[in-house]
């Protein structure tokens, strides 16, 4: 209900045109689209995105669904997830296991995404899917080139086929923090090159399948998903359809704050006491910063900026290191909104094990952290 008052309220600035009624039948397991949806732009699309949750270490998971832990998703958990206040679910996808010899994706596979993206939409969430680790096929290298790029077209041009029927509540997102293995450095031009090159191959992929995917709003992701090196590097693919592209970058700094576990550093923020616990750089200041990079590399250029995924772990060992994180954690979301982009929580599930950032229990869809859920959908 909330998507459609707020849609109705961009809808002027849309102009009038593409409402959708050529599209495609939609498939069983799909919503009827929202009336006027078709109109919108990318930049007005991810105004209505609002926050996100991340299915994280699931649909990704080598060996299955269920094999990092995480029980099967259900209807319950995205019900639970669009109740708290998010409105977007970013469910991370693993391909390559579930795929022949010729790289054919299995059937069985593709019904078990379709029906986990018919949950979400069924909550009234928007949802992105992507090619996530996958194995680390997708290595940003000439070597590599030629069979990646042929994977990329491959992949996509299954995937979009079988999801051709959704309609615009439903994202497609190219790769995800493509790097070469352990190089966290500067890229070279050669890394750069390829990377961009998989961006290109994907959209070609998914515009060739016509129908819907023709316009869909499609995301495309900077070098490792790294704000600096996107804001430096990243060349935005080339589309037949006009404003129909989303960027992506990931936020995870300070890193010894927020995913080292081995590291002592655990307060964050203006009201830090310890100098010893805290990070000597990463603060509010430089936050806003690197958003405002993104903002005004992409955002004040039409390009929206989906923050794909943030998270600062819980560390128990440490009292009063929960105050830090909360503070973390709405201040990312917060200045990321402040800045035009879309901010998408990563929840790797084990939200009661320590080093984790889980929010649900993923068996019930309990809140397990009711006031940092509070504090990322901006209540």
Same mark, same amino acid.
């Given at each position: 209900?909330?998507?459609?008052?707020?849609?109705?309220?961009?809808?002027?600035?849309?102009?009038?045109?593409?409402?959708?009624?050529?599209?495609?039948?939609?498939?069983?397991?799909?919503?009827?689209?929202?009336?006027?949806?078709?109109?919108?732009?990318?930049?007005?699309?991810?105004?209505?995105?609002?926050?996100?949750?991340?299915?994280?270490?699931?649909?990704?998971?080598?060996?299955? +669904?269920?094999?990092?832990?995480?029980?099967?998703?259900? *209807? /319950?958990?995205? =019900? &639970? #997830?669009? @109740?708290? $206040?998010?409105?977007?679910?970013?469910?991370?996808?693993?391909?390559?296991?579930?795929?022949?010899?010729?790289?054919?994706?299995?059937?069985?596979?593709?019904?078990?995404?379709?029906?986990?993206?018919?949950?979400?939409?069924?909550?009234?969430?928007?949802?992105?899917?992507?090619?996530?680790?996958?194995?680390?096929?997708?290595?940003?290298?000439?070597?590599?080139?030629?069979?990646?790029?042929?994977?990329?077209?491959?992949?996509?041009?299954?995937?979009?086929?079988?999801?051709?029927?959704?309609?615009?509540?439903?994202?497609?997102?190219?790769?995800?923090?493509?790097?070469?293995?352990?190089?966290?450095?500067?890229?070279?031009? +050669?890394?750069?090159?390829?990377?961009?090159?998989?961006? *290109? /191959?994907?959209? =070609? &992929? #998914?515009? @060739?399948? $016509?129908?819907?995917?023709?316009?869909?709003?499609?995301?495309?992701?900077?070098?490792?998903?790294?704000?600096?090196?996107?804001?430096?590097?990243?060349?935005?693919?080339?589309?037949?359809?006009?404003?129909?592209?989303?960027?992506?970058?990931?936020?995870?700094?300070?890193?010894?704050?927020?995913?080292?576990?081995?590291?002592?550093?655990?307060?964050?923020?203006?009201?830090?006491?310890?100098?010893?616990?805290?990070?000597?750089?990463?603060?509010?200041?430089?936050?806003?910063?690197?958003?405002?990079?993104?903002?005004?590399?992409?955002?004040?250029?039409?390009?929206?900026?989906?923050?794909?995924?943030?998270?600062?772990?819980?560390?128990?060992?440490?009292?009063?290191?929960?105050?830090?994180?909360?503070?973390?954690?709405?201040?990312? @979301?917060?200045?990321?909104?402040?800045?035009?982009?879309?901010?998408?929580?990563?929840?790797?599930?084990?939200?009661?094990?320590?080093?984790?950032?889980?929010?649900?229990?993923?068996?019930?869809?309990?809140?397990?952290?009711?006031?940092?859920?509070?504090?990322?959908?901006?209540?």
């Amino acid at each position: 209900m909330k998507r459609r008052h707020a849609l109705a309220a961009l809808l002027p600035l849309a102009g009038c045109g593409g409402g959708g009624s050529a599209a495609a039948a939609p498939a069983a397991d799909t919503p009827t689209p929202t009336p006027g949806m078709r109109a919108l732009t990318s930049l007005q699309l991810s105004q209505l995105m609002g926050a996100g949750w991340n299915l994280g270490n699931s649909l990704e998971a080598i060996g299955g +669904e269920t094999a990092w832990g995480n029980p099967a998703t259900t *209807q /319950a958990l995205l =019900n &639970a #997830v669009a @109740a708290a $206040g998010f409105k977007t679910v970013r469910i991370p996808v693993s391909w390559k296991q579930y795929a022949d010899a010729n790289d054919v994706i299995g059937t069985t596979w593709m019904s078990r995404v379709a029906e986990v993206v018919g949950y979400a939409q069924k909550a009234g969430l928007f949802a992105i899917i992507n090619i996530h680790w996958d194995g680390g096929w997708m290595q940003p290298s000439f070597a590599q080139q030629a069979m990646a790029d042929a994977r990329v077209t491959t992949f996509w041009t299954q995937i979009a086929n079988r999801f051709k029927a959704f309609d615009d509540t439903l994202l497609f997102a190219g790769t995800n923090e493509v790097m070469v293995t352990g190089d966290y450095g500067t890229p070279t031009t +050669e890394y750069v090159t390829v990377q961009n090159g998989f961006n *290109q /191959a994907f959209v =070609n &992929a #998914v515009r @060739a399948t $016509g129908g819907n995917n023709a316009v869909r709003h499609l995301v495309v992701q900077g070098f490792n998903t790294n704000i600096d090196h996107t804001v430096n590097f990243a060349v935005m693919p080339a589309d037949p359809a006009k404003d129909r592209l989303m960027v992506e970058v990931h936020y995870y700094d300070p890193y010894d704050f927020t995913l080292n576990d081995k590291s002592t550093i655990w307060q964050w923020g203006a009201a830090t006491t310890d100098p010893a616990a805290t990070a000597a750089w990463g603060g509010e200041a430089y936050t806003d910063a690197q958003f405002q990079k993104m903002k005004g590399k992409f955002v004040d250029r039409g390009v929206p900026v989906l923050l794909g995924e943030f998270a600062a772990i819980r560390r128990s060992e440490y009292a009063g290191a929960e105050t830090y994180r909360l503070a973390w954690d709405r201040y990312t @979301a917060r200045s990321a909104r402040a800045y035009g982009l879309v901010p998408v929580y990563w929840d790797a599930g084990a939200a009661r094990d320590n080093h984790s950032s889980g929010l649900f229990d993923r068996a019930t869809g309990a809140q397990v952290y009711p006031e940092f859920i509070q504090a990322l959908v901006g209540n």
